[in-house]
């Protein structure tokens, strides 16, 4: 230290004629008293042996200007200090943290001793921090460090009264969600999710409610009506796995089997009206433009179409469900539609390998035709002599088998036709628009297959018709 250690004291080395005087070292009882007086003297005592050893205590603080060694003399210990109110006060207190602090921060150094010999109780050295840390922070250098402590402070309680409030709101998100349950009063309300989740309207999907309620019976406690219906809607709509609609509905997978396996019939009971043969007159009366010109007696167009299943262990169920044409084991559905695209027939399901013909012949189609009825079909359907039969007439495009090539009139036939043909397409993508249509069925479901088929031909008669009147 290159001055006295002494609080407030400003005598340095080259200050005048002082003595400087080592701390007393407490080797001995006699020393550790005289010790622990002078740190409390000087106040000190909170330092430890590095800092002690190189500290001093210029003669200033003596009242005869010496140290004694003498106990009973008023200079035993030193005694004479300046000490100001203002060194109590707080911002003397901070003064001293901030100059501790800097001291801490640095090494200690040892300095050359002073020039005039001293005893060894006398000897000097340096401190081991500079002499200017012992000056207290200039007041307006404390000003803005108090300014700066209390904007910080301020920043502090309000961002955390912003956790705080943040948090709250992230417990009782948590709450509401776990207390939140996926169902239909949660579904409603935005028209674009039900039409997603179920292809229907909240109007058609409130008549179909009322429709069905006396034929259905609830399954789940846990569940409403509607929450049921809609479990089937998107079943139906999505093809979801029941794994899927027990997770969204917090329900079991049984439930949801059990669930379908009860309303999908009793849907199909209910629905199968919607999916009605139309009389003459009306189909003349709803008849397209694109119709009346070339196919005015057209009473219906058909084509057939597959849906996978999961393959059979059964190997007679296997090989009859196999499809040549899809390669894969297939149910086949034939589908007849009137020329507004309204679904006018569904046959029961056949295995994929059945014919075009066979399934014609054998669903009962030809019944339902009268005489000059006109039937729009495929190459593949060979049934002009069984519509003939009925007094109706079989309208495909013409073959090439046999001949060169077509003649302009028949290609112009086969191009009329084609235009008008190409609904049924439109229609079966419109009503595999339920995509269960569209997944591979698991063998334990087939057996519903029918109802599930008559209902997504129902609902999707309850649809928007894709052909442009």
């Given at each position: 230290m290159s001055g006295c250690c002494v609080y407030g004291c400003q005598n340095r080395y080259s200050t005048g004629r002082l003595k400087f005087y080592r701390i007393p070292t407490g080797s001995r009882p006699f020393q550790s008293n005289r010790r622990r007086l002078w740190l409390q003297a000087i106040k000190r005592v909170d330092w430890n042996e590095d800092i002690i050893k190189n500290a001093r205590v210029c003669s200033a603080h003596f009242v005869s200007g010496e140290a004694s060694l003498d106990s009973s003399s008023p200079d035993f210990v030193p005694s004479v200090f300046v000490y100001t109110k203002q060194s109590q006060n707080p911002e003397a207190k901070m003064d001293r943290y901030h100059r501790k602090r800097r001291r801490d921060d640095r090494p200690n150094t040892a300095v050359n001793q002073p020039a005039h010999s001293e005893t060894p109780e006398q000897e000097c050295s340096m401190d081991h921090c500079p002499a200017e840390e012992d000056i207290p922070v200039p007041r307006r250098e404390y000003d803005d460090l108090n300014l700066r402590h209390s904007q910080l402070q301020e920043e502090y309680v309000n961002l955390r009264q912003e956790f705080d409030t943040l948090r709250a709101e992230n417990v009782k998100l948590k709450e509401e969600l776990q207390k939140s349950t996926f169902s239909y009063t949660t579904v409603k309300c935005n028209i674009g999710q039900l039409i997603f989740l179920t292809g229907l309207t909240s109007v058609i999907f409130e008549w179909l409610l009322t429709k069905i309620t006396c034929s259905v019976q609830r399954i789940s406690q846990k569940l409403t009506v509607e929450d049921h219906l809609l479990v089937i809607l998107?079943?139906?709509?999505?093809?979801?796995?029941?794994?899927?609609?027990?997770?969204?509905?917090?329900?079991?997978?049984?439930?949801?089997?059990?669930?379908?396996?009860?309303?999908?019939?009793?849907?199909?009971?209910?629905?199968?009206p919607l999916i009605k043969w139309p009389s003459k007159g009306a189909i003349l009366k709803n008849m397209p433009k694109i119709f009346k010109r070339n196919f005015k007696r057209c009473r219906c167009i058909i084509d057939c179409t597959e849906i996978f299943i999961a393959r059979p262990s059964n190997l007679t169920a296997r090989a009859q469900t196999w499809s040549n044409y899809k390669h894969n084991n297939t149910i086949k559905y034939l589908i007849g539609i009137t020329p507004a695209g309204a679904i006018s027939?569904?046959?029961?399901?056949?295995?994929?390998?059945?014919?075009?013909?066979?399934?014609?012949?054998?669903?009962?189609?030809f019944k339902l035709l009268e005489p000059k009825d006109e039937v729009l079909a495929d190459r593949g359907f060979?049934?002009?002599?069984?519509?003939?039969?009925?007094?109706?007439?079989?309208?495909?495009?013409?073959?090439?088998?046999?001949?060169?090539?077509?003649?302009?009139?028949?290609?112009?036939?086969?191009?009329?036709?084609?235009?008008?043909?190409?609904?049924?397409?439109r229609v079966i993508g419109q009503w595999k628009n339920f995509k269960i249509l569209q997944t591979v069925i698991p063998v334990s479901q087939v057996n519903i297959l029918d109802d599930v088929v008559t209902v997504c031909g129902a609902l999707t008669n309850l649809c928007k018709s894709v052909v442009p009147k």
């Open positions: 998107m079943k139906l709509r999505l093809g979801l796995s029941n794994t899927d609609l027990a997770y969204r509905f917090k329900v079991s997978k049984t439930t949801v089997s059990n669930i379908l396996r009860s309303w999908v019939p009793a849907m199909a009971m209910v629905l199968k027939f569904l046959s029961p399901g056949w295995g994929g390998r059945v014919s075009d013909k066979q399934i014609t012949k054998e669903s009962g189609f060979l049934i002009r002599d069984e519509l003939a039969a009925y007094g109706a007439t079989l309208r495909i495009p013409h073959f090439t088998k046999g001949k060169k090539q077509l003649s302009a009139q028949e290609v112009d036939t086969s191009r009329q036709l084609s235009r008008v043909r190409i609904h049924v397409e």
